[in-house]
């Protein structure tokens, strides 16, 4: 199962932006979508022990390699992923995936069309969102979603310095 989003200007974050989940993985095999638009525009996944963020191109933002699978397998798992003015940085629990940002220029129309609905639990295969695409389900469960157009942890944005996340989104 998943839930649809019906299309809107909501998408289009900018450049400052978090957005944060819980999820409790059952499976770890193949990519797990956590969100996404149809292919090729908006999507965060994991696959394997990468977490990316696709931005309308048919290559992801590798925001971590170094995931351990066994460490997000049958447990629940904190991750946020945070936008400052374009510096980009990925956390699980609170500890920073990377010691450095990544540059990623403002999410926008282009990037998150407002004419397409947005999917949490799988990539959705059509504008409409009225079905999910295949192969592409996120096997477990997935808590608290939250998109905020603001730098939620924006006091680590330029450390790794950990942060408590916040379990009353």
């Not at 609170?94 to 940002?101: D, E, Y």
Request: hydrophobic share 35%; with cysteine; aromatic share 12%.
């Amino acid at each position: 199962q998943f839930v649809r989003y019906n299309s809107g200007t909501k998408w289009a974050l900018g450049s400052t932006w978090t957005i944060e989940w819980w999820q409790y993985e059952t499976s770890t095999s193949g990519t797990q979508t956590i969100m996404g638009q149809i292919p090729n525009f908006f999507r965060i996944t994991l696959a394997g022990s990468n977490l990316q963020l696709w931005t309308g191109t048919t290559t992801p933002v590798t925001l971590s390699s170094t995931l351990v699978v066994a460490d997000r397998r049958n447990k629940w798992t904190h991750y946020a992923i945070v936008s400052n003015s374009g510096a980009v940085r990925g956390y699980q629990n609170g500890v920073a995936l990377s010691a450095s940002t990544l540059s990623l220029a403002g999410l926008t129309n282009t990037q998150v069309p407002s004419n397409y609905a947005l999917c949490i639990a799988v990539s959705c295969s059509d504008a409409a969102g009225t079905t999910g695409r295949s192969g592409q389900w996120f096997g477990g469960y997935l808590a608290n979603i939250a998109m905020d157009k603001s730098a939620k942890y924006s006091g680590t944005q330029t450390s790794t310095s950990n942060f408590t996340p916040d379990i009353n989104l």
